[in-house]
């Protein structure tokens, strides 16, 4: 079983950045790819961005792409989403989550298995 904690989240104005963090535990991290979700309420939770496990590819949502930008460190078994000119409409809860098997569908929920608890991040306006 794979456990998942995110952490970094809070309150920022908009245009102010924010770093997350994805600590992760009970298998070979490096084999596996992370991605992170977000989800605001009363709406479906959404691709942000997703790393392989070499941390060689890099995906990202189009919303966030040249603001966002996905990292991983797997000495520390720790995925990082470092988030910079935060606009008010990023205001959601962020999940990291891993995979069952080595290869998924990166961008949708249903390729993941394993999901953290979330860390919320409000950006006003």
């Known amino acids: 079983q794979v456990q998942l904690i995110e952490s970094g989240g809070g309150l920022v104005q908009a245009g102010g950045s924010l770093r997350l963090s994805c600590e992760a535990s009970g298998r070979t991290f490096s084999n596996y790819g992370v991605g992170w979700f977000r989800q605001a309420p009363g709406k479906e939770r959404e691709f942000v961005a997703a790393i392989s496990g070499s941390g060689g590819n890099t995906y990202s949502a189009n919303s966030v792409k040249g603001r966002f930008t996905i990292s991983r460190d797997n000495a520390k078994n720790t995925v990082y989403l470092q988030m910079n000119s935060l606009k008010a409409e990023d205001s959601a809860r962020y999940y990291c989550?891993?995979?069952?098997?080595?290869?998924?569908?990166?961008?949708?929920?249903?390729?993941?298995?394993?999901w953290g608890q979330g860390t919320q991040v409000t950006v006003s306006s």
């Open positions: 989550a891993a995979p069952e098997a080595p290869y998924t569908n990166v961008r949708a929920t249903t390729g993941y298995n394993y």
